[in-house]
């Protein structure tokens, strides 16, 4: 099943390019280096010879949304840039603020990581980022993936509760499309580098929805580990994720991103990992193999 919206422009055959796999000789800026999707943007591009320029808060380039005079020499001779916005209720501001300050210095493509229609009233898309990079006159493309199968073993709250041997959460028997940070990365270094990705947005999926039951299952089987999946009712999640002492900020996003997945608000799959790189997403099975390989969840 597919709900993308972008159906209408898709292609059989990935959009390839003259140029691809041929170095820009402009740098090309990847923000929200240090994180799941930019830290894997950023190794894909060095790989592939391009200069890079790697901004965040704590990367080389020093890059902070809440201070403007660090943008203008992140982007000073950029070529290209990625974006990864704050996650904050100003976010959209600042993205066209700073995509309307990339096109006055001559960027000349834009990738956004946007997100299934997260944190806005019902309805409506996370669409104030999308629409700031669509209006900003500079040749954009929109990455809108599911939930990162990633976050099982690179954020520390999913991360440790794995290690300890205990899922908690209240999303019922709800299945989402987990897709995995390297498929989302393939689909923006193709985007910052190719010809062909201007003017498209792409929903990213993985190939199979997945209950947590089935997730946390995976992950047990691959590890040889006994872990479990502890479903609270929704109305108990909260008090829980108290007592495991979240901060009462992300216990109420939990909370909400829970919901969502229990109602199955955004079990879609998605063509977009093939319309952009011709190929299928890779299967959370793959992403469990290859993570248990690592040995990061055992303690
Ligand atoms: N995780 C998911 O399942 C998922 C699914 C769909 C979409 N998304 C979207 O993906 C994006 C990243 O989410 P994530 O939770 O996966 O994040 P993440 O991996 O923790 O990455 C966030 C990045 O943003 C940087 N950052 C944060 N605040 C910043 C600021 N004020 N100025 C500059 N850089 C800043 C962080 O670097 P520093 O700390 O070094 O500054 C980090 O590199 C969000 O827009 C989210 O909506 C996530």
Do not use: C
């Not at 000073?76 to 100003?90: F, I, P």
């Not at 909370?255 to 093939?274: P, T």
């Amino acid at each position: 099943m597919t709900n993308d919206v972008t159906t209408k422009n898709a292609r059989t055959t990935p959009a390839h390019t003259t140029n691809a796999h041929t170095a820009d000789p402009k740098p090309i800026l990847v923000l929200g280096s240090t994180g799941k999707t930019g830290r894997r943007v950023l190794a894909r591009l060095r790989h592939a010879g391009h200069e890079v320029r790697a901004g965040s808060r704590r990367g080389p380039t020093r890059f902070d949304w809440t201070d403007e005079s660090t943008w203008e020499p992140a982007l000073k001779g950029v070529g290209a840039a990625y974006l990864v916005d704050s996650q904050t209720e100003d976010a959209a501001d600042s993205v066209r603020a700073f995509a309307q300050l990339a096109s006055a210095r001559g960027v000349e493509r834009l990738v956004l990581l946007s997100a299934n229609d997260w944190v806005v009233p019902e309805g409506e898309e996370k669409l104030p980022s999308e629409r700031a990079v669509r209006e900003s006159g500079v040749a954009w493309t929109i990455v809108k993936p599911a939930w990162f199968a990633q976050n099982f073993s690179e954020d520390p709250y999913y991360l440790g509760q794995l290690r300890d041997g205990e899922f908690v959460s209240s999303t019922g028997t709800g299945r989402e499309a987990f897709v995995d940070a390297d498929d989302i990365a393939d689909v923006a270094v193709a985007a910052l580098t190719e010809d062909g990705h201007a003017g498209e947005t792409y929903r990213l999926a993985g190939p199979r929805l997945l209950s947590l039951d089935e997730v946390v299952e995976e992950i047990a089987r691959a590890t040889d580990r006994d872990i479990v999946h502890r479903a609270v009712p929704p109305e108990d999640f909260v008090a829980v994720g108290a007592r495991q002492g979240l901060p009462e900020g992300y216990v109420n996003l939990l909370d909400d991103l829970y919901s969502w997945i229990r109602e199955e608000r955004f079990a879609q799959l998605a063509d977009g990992v093939r319309r952009a790189l011709g190929r299928e997403p890779r299967d959370f099975a793959d992403y469990v193999r290859t993570t248990a390989a690592t040995g990061v969840w055992h303690a």
